[in-house]
């Protein structure tokens, strides 16, 4: 439950911080879009893996799809800022530069990301992205030029999403335990970095083994038990967590999660054996010629 701003505000017509954002970003969306219109660049509309299901009623994003523009000489001294590449954010501000919908990117979840990543890539340097794969069978090398066309997004039943609400539950299996849980978005990923940073500045880590597993599952549980304290789910995922049922959980929200799918198939040159890879990404992804 979002926090109230103005205690004052009468009864039920109050607002929570969520829904004076919406609101604010609602009634700016008119000027938005002529503003966008009038610098006349060309733009294509998107569809996002999760049909806007999981975002709060209000939310632009909640239509399901995002306007995003071509890329222009701007975004790639963007793709060439060497603070950006070196504080890995620079795929972020790029895409950040080429949403034309006025929503917050910190808001987009993980899955609808990947695919806005995809399109903005596939608009501005076309579908063929050449990479080198390296075959599991021989350990030979061989280019493939991947069609970024061809994949498609992940399908999943909307039956198990309430409509504007990112929660869902989950029995372990091994110790019957109930959990509730919501999917990432971008905001979340980069809390999850900035602990695991100040986790190793404070020297939390233990024989080198960095804690981002259990970071995530803390940042990812919203309850245990109907216990929704951070201290109580905190302790949870250090000590009570069982490997199986986290392995099981980890496939169930997989298996939910609105996404695009990125596996890609090709053939050894070789051995004619078929593989399956997960789309590369290299430096030639938004820089084809670098």
Request: net charge negative; with cysteine.
């Amino acid at each position: 439950m979002s926090k109230v701003i103005d205690s004052d505000y009468p009864g039920e017509n109050r607002l929570s911080d969520q829904e004076l954002k919406n609101q604010v970003i609602q009634q700016a969306a008119p000027e938005l879009t002529k503003a966008s219109k009038d610098l006349k660049f060309p733009t294509e509309t998107i569809d996002l893996p999760s049909k806007g299901l999981l975002y709060p009623k209000g939310s632009p994003l909640s239509k399901g799809t995002i306007e995003v523009k071509y890329m222009t000489a701007k975004e790639e001294d963007i793709l060439t800022s060497q603070n950006l590449i070196k504080n890995g954010t620079v795929i972020d501000v790029l895409l950040s530069n080429l949403i034309v919908s006025p929503i917050n990117y910190d808001d987009l979840l993980v899955g609808d990301k990947n695919a806005i990543m995809i399109a903005a890539r596939v608009l501005a340097y076309g579908k063929d992205y050449e990479v080198e794969l390296t075959s599991p069978t021989s350990g030979d090398k061989q280019k493939e030029v991947i069609d970024l066309t061809q994949f498609q997004l992940k399908e999943f039943d909307p039956e198990i999403f309430k409509e504007g609400e990112n929660c869902f539950a989950f029995q372990l299996p091994a110790s019957k335990r109930t959990i509730e849980f919501k999917l990432l978005t971008h905001g979340d990923e980069k809390k999850i970095q900035n602990e695991i940073k100040a986790n190793k500045k404070m020297r939390r880590r233990i024989m080198g083994v960095s804690p981002e597993l259990s970071t995530r599952l803390k940042f990812t549980l919203l309850s245990v038990d109907g216990e929704h304290d951070r201290v109580t789910i905190g302790k949870f995922v250090d000590d009570e967590f069982l490997s199986r049922d986290s392995l099981a959980f980890r496939e169930y929200m997989n298996s939910i999660s609105p996404d695009i799918d990125l596996t890609h198939t090709y053939y050894d040159e070789i051995s004619g054996e078929e593989h399956e890879v997960q789309l590369p990404m290299t430096v030639q992804f938004f820089w084809p010629r670098a």
